[in-house]
């Protein structure tokens, strides 16, 4: 199985420009978590879905966060303007209806 | 705020040693707990998980244990290996089923020297 699957792993771009993170989850699982990793909040959650349907988007940061899942292998995070504080890796995970989450590798982004 | 804590940032010990990292949270309704490592420049990855109906569960090297009264939970890596040197996150959700997401706390950082 090829895990779950993000990209790209690493992205840098200025202040004010769009950024797009996509992730394939593993094939079958049913659920699939945006996270955000940094040192001063740790593995914050985003938003995740349960069955392509946005299930809980409160941790989204602002307006300028957008999360979308058109069918069961696609999920893009998108981020319209980014900013510097923006800067973090962003981790995908997906899992079946229980049991522990499986992680891709993240994704970098640095916004100058 | 946060509803998983795990307030020591990091923790040293020599191989051999036991580890025990601490982890502590606040929502009572939280009823499935995990514990996931992770190394640099790589997505965290599972390594063992307790619900509220047992008070410890172990697998191998490592133990978790459930404290529902004290809202606290702890792993156990006996003995140490300096390969266990990684970030360790505790996470909780309110049961082990659809529809629920799990809540990580800061992490831990062991480094284990040889």
């Known amino acids: 199985d090829a895990g779950v699957i993000q990209s790209p792993r690493h992205e840098v771009t200025e202040m004010g420009q769009e950024v797009t993170l996509r992730c394939k989850p593993i094939?079958?699982?049913?659920?699939l978590f945006w996270y955000r990793q940094t040192m001063m909040r740790g593995l914050e959650l985003l938003i995740y879905?349960?069955?392509?349907?946005?299930?809980?988007d409160s941790g989204m940061p602002e307006d300028r966060f957008s999360a979308k899942m058109p069918n069961a292998s696609f999920s893009t995070l998108k981020i319209q303007p980014s900013e510097p504080r923006d800067s973090a890796v962003y981790f995908c995970?997906?899992?079946?209806?229980?049991?522990?989450?499986?992680f891709g590798e993240g994704s970098r982004l640095t916004v100058l | 705020d946060q509803q998983v804590k795990q307030n020591s940032p990091s923790l040293s010990v020599q191989e051999g040693r036991i580890s025990i990292l601490n982890c502590d949270y606040t929502?009572?309704?939280?009823?499935?707990f995990l514990w996931y490592k992770k190394y640099p420049a790589e997505g965290p990855t599972f390594l063992i998980s307790?619900?509220?109906?047992?008070d410890k569960n172990e697998d191998g090297r490592f133990t978790v244990f459930l404290n529902k009264s004290a809202k606290h939970l702890s792993l156990h890596i006996v003995p140490s290996q300096p390969g266990d040197s990684a970030v360790y996150f505790c996470?909780?959700?309110?049961?082990?089923?659809?529809?629920?997401?799990?809540?990580f706390g800061k992490g831990t950082t062991l480094s284990v020297s040889s």
């Open positions: 996470a909780a959700s309110p049961a082990n089923q659809a529809g629920t997401a799990l809540i």
């Open positions: 094939s079958g699982h049913n659920s």
């Open positions: 879905f349960n069955n392509n349907v946005p299930i809980d």
């Open positions: 307790i619900s509220s109906i047992k």
């Open positions: 995970a997906s899992r079946e209806n229980t049991g522990e989450l499986f």
């Open positions: 929502n009572s309704m939280f009823d499935y």
